[in-house]
């Protein structure tokens, strides 16, 4: 009788011993990175490296999620999230129509500002400025999403004919630099890759035309992913802010001042 149960037993303990395993797997995820500023960029030494490329390193470190990492247009990658082909991506900042798609966990703050050139900029320094010279358009890159204030004021663009849109950033600074347009939205960490588009760079200045409204960045998780895989990255996102891991990624890429600016303040 107990030669007959030993492998009814082992049987048992193998079963039970799967459940557990398929309990604690996280994954493998899709998760997406796109080419913008220190956000995520090739360095001719070392490789892949970003803010985003060293963000989803640690949470995978720490959730134990197995994420495999893509390169995308920020257009493509909402796209794919639709679709379900992209579960993951960073430095995503919140909107209505993206929290329909994905559970949206905040980090880090940023407020997009306007390229313009310097003379340009002293005769247009407010949005309704910009509005009421007819002739003027705005140039964006596809799929962005920039805060309420300036995300209406490129509908509006968009419904008058006067939104001129790019694949990504690098063409849209050869694209402001060529006169396809008159003004680039930009967040600080793209302004050195705007600037350095033009034979001289401070014919170049940012207009700060929502300075009172901070936007939330997040990690953004499509809600089709499983609760328990989503909570585990959440609270290791939480513990990343909580033990400062995302100041120090912040400020590996962005240095002291930008790192500061960038701050969750959680308001």
Request: hydrophobic share 45%; net charge positive; proline share 5%.
């Amino acid at each position: 009788m107990r030669a007959s149960l030993q492998p009814l037993i082992a049987g048992l303990l193998l079963a039970l011993m799967g459940e557990q395993a398929a309990a604690q797997a996280c994954g493998p995820y899709t998760a997406a990175l796109y080419p913008y500023a220190r956000f995520y960029y090739e360095d001719p030494h070392t490789g892949p490296a970003g803010i985003d490329k060293d963000m989803f390193d640690e949470l995978a470190r720490r959730s134990g999620c197995q994420l495999r990492l893509v390169v995308e247009s920020r257009v493509r990658i909402w796209d794919q999230m639709r679709r379900g082909g992209v579960q993951l991506t960073l430095s995503a900042l919140v909107s209505p129509e993206r929290r329909e798609i994905a559970e949206l966990v905040p980090y880090a703050q940023g407020r997009y500002q306007v390229l313009m050139r310097r003379e340009l900029a002293a005769r247009t320094p407010t949005i309704a400025a910009f509005e009421a010279n007819t002739e003027l358009r705005l140039l964006d890159v596809r799929g962005y999403a920039h805060g309420p204030t300036i995300d209406a004021w490129v509908q509006r663009m968009r419904s008058q004919g006067r939104l001129v849109e790019a694949g990504d950033f690098k063409t849209a600074t050869r694209m402001l630099k060529a006169g396809r347009a008159d003004a680039l939205l930009a967040l600080p960490s793209g302004w050195g890759i705007a600037m350095a588009a033009f034979d001289d760079p401070d014919e170049l200045v940012p207009v700060d035309v929502t300075p009172t409204e901070r936007n939330a960045v997040a990690l953004a998780m499509v809600r089709s992913m499983p609760e328990d895989d989503r909570q585990r990255l959440r609270r290791a996102l939480q513990a990343m802010l909580a033990e400062g891991k995302v100041h120090e990624i912040l400020r590996r890429h962005l240095g002291d001042k930008g790192a500061k600016a960038a701050a969750y303040t959680g308001d």
